[in-house]
């Protein structure tokens, strides 16, 4: 592998990381803070937001674990910022690294696909239905 291939695996594993760690804050934050009401919208639209909501969550968990998972099977340690050694996730395994490889892919473009479908309704709330969606986001909302 040329180093300018071994460097980008591993900004891609620091990234992955920084991720991981900013999720279980943000989970933590969201299990002790209650959100803003809900804007009036039909049933399937609030039942959909919230079944989409609870995937995002498990991604933001499923992606860098499968990562860090397939990176320990592979034999590959994790050092992050080149500083933070970080303990293997999974026994070396080459077997289960390459099973949980496209489980890896997979979670990781269906999180891209959800995230856009997250960002496209927000935005058609906001500016089509302009039913004020995104001011919930604004501070002391709460
Ligand atoms: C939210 C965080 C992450 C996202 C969105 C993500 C996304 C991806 C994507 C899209 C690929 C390319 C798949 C392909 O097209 O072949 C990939 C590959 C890879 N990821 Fe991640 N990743 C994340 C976190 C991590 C973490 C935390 C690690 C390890 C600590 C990791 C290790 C790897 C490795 C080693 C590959 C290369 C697999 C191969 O050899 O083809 N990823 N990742």
């Not at 909501?53 to 998972?69: D, E, I, K, N, Q």
């Not at 239905?129 to 709460?142: I, K, N, T, V």
Request: aromatic share 12%.
């Amino acid at each position: 592998m040329s180093p300018q291939r071994l460097k980008l695996y591993n900004w891609h594993k620091w990234a992955g990381i920084t991720i991981l760690t900013l999720s279980l804050l943000r989970l933590l934050w969201r299990l002790t803070h209650r959100p803003p009401a809900d804007v009036p919208m039909p049933d399937w639209q609030r039942k959909t937001s919230h079944a989409v909501h609870l995937l995002l969550y498990g991604l933001f968990f499923a992606v860098p674990l499968a990562g860090w998972a397939y990176s320990s099977a592979a034999g590959f340690p994790i050092v992050v910022f080149g500083v933070i050694p970080l303990p293997d996730f999974v026994a070396p395994d080459k077997e289960f690294a390459e099973a949980i490889k496209p489980v890896h892919k997979i979670l990781a473009y269906s999180l891209a696909a959800l995230v856009l479908g997250h960002v496209a309704a927000a935005f058609k709330h906001h500016f089509v239905d302009r039913d004020g969606l995104l001011d919930r986001m604004r501070p002391g909302r709460a």
